[in-house]
């Protein structure tokens, strides 16, 4: 990964060991086998579930269970009851049978090259040869087969979705004129400050759409809250996940170029001490945004909106491999104290950084608005010059952040046209794709069995 792509792109290399532990095997039906008890018994495996001329078997779902049981417990993270992570489990399984059928359908088929090639740069994007890549995997207890057949499943899935989802996204001239005009502000020749205040519900990395959906249905009902006129900065205080909640989720005046271009698009048409109507999906999670006031841009008067471009540095370590959260935490808060004595942030960038960019002692050079992942974007426009961050957590790991300078830089009409236009494709896709899984679900027979039947009558 070339300086993380400015830590925007998707990385299915840096997170496939994540996710094969925590998706778990994904397979088409298998013949029901015999599985041995406590006592030594062989008993025939039993059916979880049947998604329509399918089946998921017991045995896979607890191994699955498993593997995800095992990832919480490296990571020092706390189990839920057994009976709520199984049918999370299952109903993920089950979603992404449905997806698995549907590829079949469409002819989509991945072929042994592919994969091959998909895991090869996974150990050259490790520092590893194959087999040694390889080994680790297997040391973590994931047998090499699973992990062919979930870069297989995630390959297949990722082709799908380009075909029935991404594929059709389009973004209308009218749609990015809007765009523009709202980085812009009401006037052609003057951009507003705003001043926000958010609540933040993070979404875990390869979080299931089990859980994506619990965490959204608990934003709607703060949401709701904040629209019905309760404190917002109370409902900040005691829900957002961001580290600005202490403050009521202040976030006081931003520039628009510093925002992420969702939240500005959003808050266009709002009043002040308004909250949007509508969650905010970001790489990170879900929003709620609240407009506190506009101010006329500070110095920002010109046919065109200037960028703020930011010089950046940064020491990456990836929570995977076996190294806790809080271990890599503790890593980054020593790492900080030995470069605020007087250390080299380059020097320890070269030697612990696991980003592309650690040989260049971590320096992404200059930043544009929108081209990190929100969670480091916001961590690294609080920082003043030279200034180091505490550790920051994205969906690539933990990063210790330094801003080594600031400057303005004209934005060429094209430049904004293009960046409206994704920033405007990539909230359709996400809409879309969410849309369209829900009606894949809809229209599918799926009939759950046994234990899995039991918790669906008892919820």
Same mark, same amino acid.
């Given at each position: 990964?070339?300086?993380?792509?400015?830590?925007?792109?998707?990385?299915?290399?840096?997170?496939?060991?994540?996710?094969?532990?925590?998706?778990?095997?994904?397979?088409?039906?298998?013949?029901?086998? +015999?599985?041995?008890?406590?006592?030594?018994?062989?008993?025939?495996?039993?059916?979880?579930?049947?998604?329509?001329?399918?089946?998921?078997?017991?045995?896979?779902?607890?191994?699955?269970?498993?593997?995800?049981?095992?990832?919480?417990?490296?990571?020092?993270?706390?189990? +839920?009851?057994?009976?709520?992570?199984?049918?999370?489990?299952?109903?993920?399984?089950?979603?992404?049978?449905?997806?698995?059928?549907?590829?079949?359908?469409?002819?989509?088929?991945?072929?042994?090259?592919?994969?091959? %090639?998909?895991?090869?740069?996974?150990?050259?994007?490790?520092?590893?040869?194959?087999?040694? $890549?390889?080994?680790?995997?297997?040391?973590?207890?994931?047998?090499?087969?699973?992990?062919?057949?979930?870069?297989?499943?995630?390959?297949?899935?990722?082709?799908?979705?380009?075909?029935?989802?991404?594929?059709?996204?389009?973004?209308?001239?009218?749609?990015?004129?809007?765009?523009?005009?709202?980085?812009?502000?009401?006037?052609?020749?003057?951009?507003?400050?705003?001043?926000?205040?958010?609540?933040?519900?993070?979404?875990?990395?390869?979080?299931?759409?089990?859980?994506?959906?619990?965490?959204?249905?608990?934003?709607?009902?703060?949401?709701?809250?904040?629209?019905?006129?309760?404190?917002?900065?109370?409902?900040?205080?005691?829900?957002?996940?961001?580290?600005?909640?202490?403050?009521?989720?202040?976030?006081?005046?931003?520039?628009?170029?510093?925002?992420?271009?969702?939240?500005?698009?959003?808050?266009?048409?709002?009043?002040?001490?308004?909250?949007?109507?509508?969650?905010?999906?970001?790489?990170?999670?879900?929003?709620?945004?609240?407009?506190?006031?506009?101010?006329?841009?500070?110095?920002?008067?010109?046919?065109?909106?200037?960028?703020?471009?930011?010089?950046?540095?940064?020491?990456?370590?990836?929570?995977?491999?076996?190294?806790?959260?809080?271990?890599?935490?503790?890593?980054?808060?020593?790492?900080?104290?030995?470069?605020?004595?007087?250390?080299?942030?380059?020097?320890?960038?070269?030697? $612990?950084?696991?980003?592309?960019?650690?040989?260049?002692?971590?320096?992404?050079?200059?930043?544009?608005?929108?081209?990190?992942?929100?969670?480091?974007?916001?961590?690294?426009?609080?920082?003043?010059?030279?200034?180091?961050?505490?550790?920051?957590?994205?969906? $690539?790991? $933990?990063?210790?952040?330094?801003?080594?300078?600031?400057?303005?830089?004209?934005?060429?009409?094209?430049?904004?046209?293009?960046?409206?236009?994704?920033?405007?494709?990539?909230?359709?896709?996400?809409?879309?794709?969410?849309?369209?899984?829900?009606?894949? %679900?809809?229209?599918?027979?799926?009939?759950?069995?046994?234990?899995?039947?039991?918790?669906?009558?008892?919820?």
């Amino acid at each position: 990964m070339s300086n993380m792509n400015k830590l925007k792109c998707a990385m299915f290399a840096a997170g496939v060991f994540a996710a094969a532990l925590l998706a778990g095997p994904v397979a088409h039906a298998q013949a029901l086998t +015999p599985t041995t008890t406590a006592g030594g018994a062989q008993v025939a495996d039993s059916v979880a579930a049947v998604v329509n001329s399918d089946v998921i078997t017991e045995r896979e779902l607890a191994d699955r269970t498993g593997l995800i049981v095992r990832r919480l417990q490296q990571q020092n993270a706390p189990v +839920p009851p057994a009976d709520q992570l199984q049918r999370q489990v299952l109903d993920q399984m089950v979603v992404e049978r449905i997806q698995l059928q549907k590829a079949k359908e469409d002819n989509i088929t991945i072929d042994d090259a592919t994969v091959q %090639r998909t895991l090869e740069r996974l150990a050259q994007q490790n520092n590893m040869t194959l087999d040694v $890549y390889r080994a680790r995997i297997e040391a973590q207890g994931v047998p090499w087969t699973t992990f062919q057949r979930d870069a297989r499943t995630e390959l297949t899935l990722s082709k799908l979705r380009e075909k029935e989802v991404d594929s059709k996204i389009t973004v209308s001239d009218g749609e990015v004129a809007n765009y523009v005009a709202s980085q812009r502000g009401p006037s052609a020749r003057q951009s507003n400050d705003l001043h926000l205040q958010h609540i933040m519900f993070k979404v875990p990395e390869n979080a299931s759409q089990t859980d994506i959906a619990a965490i959204q249905a608990k934003a709607e009902g703060v949401l709701k809250d904040a629209q019905s006129g309760s404190d917002f900065a109370k409902l900040a205080k005691n829900n957002s996940q961001d580290t600005d909640a202490a403050k009521g989720g202040d976030l006081g005046f931003r520039t628009q170029a510093s925002l992420p271009a969702s939240i500005v698009s959003a808050v266009a048409a709002l009043r002040p001490n308004e909250v949007n109507p509508q969650l905010i999906r970001t790489d990170g999670g879900f929003e709620i945004i609240k407009l506190v006031d506009r101010r006329v841009g500070q110095g920002q008067a010109a046919d065109a909106p200037k960028l703020v471009q930011t010089h950046v540095r940064h020491i990456l370590l990836r929570v995977a491999d076996g190294v806790s959260e809080s271990a890599a935490r503790q890593k980054l808060l020593e790492i900080k104290g030995d470069v605020e004595k007087g250390g080299d942030f380059a020097n320890f960038a070269r030697t $612990y950084s696991q980003d592309g960019s650690a040989s260049q002692g971590g320096d992404l050079g200059w930043i544009s608005p929108g081209e990190t992942v929100p969670e480091f974007e916001r961590a690294m426009n609080n920082l003043k010059d030279n200034q180091v961050s505490d550790p920051v957590r994205s969906e $690539y790991g $933990y990063h210790l952040i330094q801003v080594l300078g600031r400057r303005d830089a004209e934005g060429s009409v094209q430049q904004q046209l293009d960046t409206a236009r994704q920033a405007i494709g990539q909230r359709k896709a996400e809409q879309a794709y969410s849309d369209w899984l829900r009606e894949l %679900r809809d229209t599918a027979y799926v009939q759950y069995k046994g234990v899995a039947a039991q918790q669906a009558l008892n919820q």
